[in-house]
């Protein structure tokens, strides 16, 4: 069975730091783009970070930048996200997710690939309070 | 970063009604759009992507149109178990950003 677990669910308070792992199985892990996203109370989604499928290339979103860190191990299946300098705005459900692609050909030199989060977790719960 | 608007922010509808959300980006995506449910405490799941491909296990009763900045999921007989938040995700490039969901409540 395809699946993302999550882990490091806390309460820390605020300035202080978390480790969240995303444990994957069923698939190849290795060969996939992997996001962070997270739903703060009553709120929509938000992507917060992706790592390319060798960890090659990171991205992360403004309101994170200089303080979260992804990562990933291929050798043992797992996504992390470092969290450091917390905030209250940082509180929120973490979920991980695949992304897969699909490759339409429209001639045969001209190729797209559609993206889209094909695999999540559960999601785990930051904290973030005093 | 593109963003993405969806409407309605809610609607109530009844068993069996046809119901239609719109999400419109700030820029053309072409069709590189998708579609997710998701239920109260659970994590989003994938309805459509690539604007109107339909995800494997997904009832026909949902579909998607739409390309360049436009687009619409449909369903076309609402069943009680639809009653969720909807959203839109662009994957057109990075960020990959989300509507601000459409909540589907029962009348």
């Known amino acids: 069975e395809v699946q993302l677990v999550e882990s490091g669910e806390g309460l820390v308070q605020p300035g202080g730091s978390l480790r969240l792992s995303c444990a994957a199985s069923?698939?190849?892990?290795?060969?996939?783009?992997m996001y962070w996203v997270r739903q703060a109370p009553g709120k929509g989604l938000e992507h917060v970070s992706v790592?390319?499928?060798?960890?090659?290339?990171?991205y992360y979103a403004d309101s994170v930048k200089g303080r979260f860190t992804v990562s990933r191990d291929n050798s043992k299946n797992t996504l992390y996200l470092q969290m450091g300098s917390l905030r209250a705005e940082d509180m929120a459900v973490y979920y991980c997710?695949?992304?897969?692609?699909?490759?339409?050909?429209?001639?045969?030199?001209?190729?797209?690939?559609?993206?889209?989060?094909?695999?999540w977790g559960k999601g785990t719960t930051v904290t973030v309070s005093s | 970063d593109i963003q993405m608007t969806q409407s309605p922010s809610s609607l109530s509808a009844s068993v069996r009604d046809r119901i239609t959300i719109t999400c419109r980006a700030s820029q053309s995506i072409s069709s590189y759009l998708n579609w997710y449910q998701q239920k109260p405490g659970k994590a989003p799941k994938l309805l459509i992507y690539?604007?109107?491909s339909l995800q494997s296990g997904v009832p026909s009763r949902f579909s998607g149109s739409g390309s360049g900045t436009d687009f619409t999921l449909t369903i076309s007989s609402l069943q009680p178990e639809d009653f969720a938040t909807y959203y839109c995700q662009q994957s057109y490039s990075t960020p990959r950003t989300f509507g601000q969901g459409t909540k589907v409540e029962i009348k």
């Open positions: 997710a695949r992304e897969s692609s699909v490759v339409v050909t429209a001639t045969p030199r001209k190729k797209y690939y559609y993206y889209y989060m094909d695999v």
């Open positions: 069923g698939f190849t892990f290795s060969s996939y783009a």
């Open positions: 690539a604007a109107s």
């Open positions: 790592i390319s499928s060798n960890g090659g290339s990171t």
